[in-house]
């Protein structure tokens, strides 16, 4: 398959955070990152020069675009993906050595995925799970990218796990993950929305502010009384507006993580439930 190269130069460490973000949710599906330059991979078919522009205009950035014949996408992220340790917790490829002294290790293959703890919203995810109760809770992980978030709330001791994605190359590269940490169990669902059909004692969800506002409801349906509602993929400017649908649903706000520009947030769900 064919694709499109983007390079950014002389970017700030904040910029080339947020720009993966957005470009993430125009259907970017790679990024290469290098001391303040970041290059971003689309296929053919999926490039919108006016998009890119719009975005570019936005955050007065200039780039450079290249047609590439084909991509290596496992030399792009094996040159650039280096051992993650979050509190007590790695996430390392497979060629990496093992580090001891570690309670949970996690092997990740990304490829394409969201999720391999070197972002600051992943960051956050993984270290704020690390401070929660997981054992013999109920889990939906929804936007689970490369499954890492899913595995750990296994590690942690949660008794069923439900992971929703809405891209089947993720679907596939989470399969391989749990495969690759020898976890079996967790429930892997292709879907557009975070409708699992069950009750959940907690819901992860690392994915953008306009998704988690359209799921909003499903979350809270879907939370048990008392359960907890962990969040991010949110810019800092994000919290109000994250904080008015907690409002209306009778959340609270029980903890936040600010890491870059971006922020995580543990919400707990009071008995009210919802209030309209």
């Known amino acids: ?37 970041l290059k971003a991979f689309i296929p053919l078919d999926l490039y919108d020069e006016k998009m890119l522009q719009n975005l570019a205009e936005k955050m007065q950035l200039n780039y450079l675009v290249t047609e590439l014949p084909d991509v290596n996408w496992n030399h792009i992220w094996e040159s650039n993906f280096q051992p993650m340790i979050i509190g007590d917790c790695v996430l390392r490829a497979s060629f990496h050595q093992p580090i001891e002294n570690i309670q949970h290790e996690i092997i990740v293959t990304p490829k394409m995925s969201f999720g391999t703890g070197h972002h600051a919203t992943t960051f956050m995810m993984i270290q ?29 001791g949660a008794a069923k796990i439900v992971a929703i994605d809405n891209d089947s190359f993720s679907i596939e590269n ?17 879907a557009d929305n975070a409708n699992a059909e069950g009750m959940f004692d907690i819901i992860l969800a690392n994915i953008t502010r306009n998704i988690i506002q359209e799921n909003f409801h499903l979350f809270n349906l879907q939370l048990a009384e008392g359960g907890l509602l962990l969040l991010s993929g949110l810019l800092k400017e994000d919290e109000k507006i994250i904080m008015e649908a907690a409002g209306n649903t009778k959340f609270e706000l029980k903890h936040k993580l600010e890491k870059d520009g971006w922020i995580c947030l543990l919400l707990e769900k009071r008995n009210e439930g919802y209030l309209f």
């Open 174 to 190: 989470a399969a391989e993950n749990f495969i690759n940490n020898n976890i079996d169990g967790i429930e892997l669902k292709m």
């Open 1 to 37: 398959m064919d694709y499109i190269e983007i390079s950014f130069k002389a970017l700030a460490e904040e910029q080339k955070e947020i720009l993966i973000a957005l470009l993430s949710e125009m259907h970017y599906e790679g990024f290469e990152e290098q001391a303040r330059q």
């Open 128 to 156: 704020q799970m690390q401070a929660m109760d997981f054992n013999n809770k109920t889990v939906l992980d929804f936007g689970t990218g490369t499954g890492v978030l899913a595995i750990l709330a296994h590690k942690l």
